[in-house]
């Protein structure tokens, strides 16, 4: 499956973005997804994930009451909600695709896009 990751651009603190990954070349709903995210020198990280029929979401805590995974099996498309956006948000954000079970191991996504970059000023 490729994807493809947009939405990514400069924002205040306490803003939003909504990211968006499109997905081809396989069915999509086989698929569970995740957000990663690689701030400047630092490792990539994991943001949150979404099982294939979204029914089930999953967050790391320093998201968590600010970001919305969610998706849309129809658009073959998968989002990211971002609110009450921090200057420590700002990345480069990516989205991936895995066989299953979802996790926070980027090890368990076998796919992914080319990255949308976040800048969150103060």
């Known amino acids: 499956v490729q994807l493809q990751a947009s939405g990514g651009g400069s924002v205040q603190a306490g803003g939003s973005l909504r990211l968006s990954c499109a997905a081809s070349?396989?069915?999509?709903?086989?698929?569970?997804m995740g957000w990663f995210r690689q701030a400047p020198g630092k490792e990539r990280e994991f943001v949150a994930a979404?099982?294939?029929?979204?029914?089930?979401?999953f967050y790391e805590d320093f998201v968590k009451g600010r970001f919305i995974i969610s998706r849309d099996n129809a658009k073959n498309t998968v989002y990211l909600q971002m609110n009450s956006l921090k200057p420590e948000d700002t990345a480069v954000y990516y989205c991936?695709?895995?066989?299953?079970?979802?996790?926070?191991?980027?090890?368990?996504?076998?796919?992914w896009g080319q990255g949308t970059l976040v800048t969150v000023s103060s």
């Open positions: 979404i099982s294939e029929s979204g029914g089930a979401t």
């Open positions: 991936a695709a895995s066989n299953g079970p979802y996790g926070s191991s980027a090890e368990g996504y076998a796919f």
């Open positions: 070349g396989r069915t999509f709903s086989y698929y569970d």
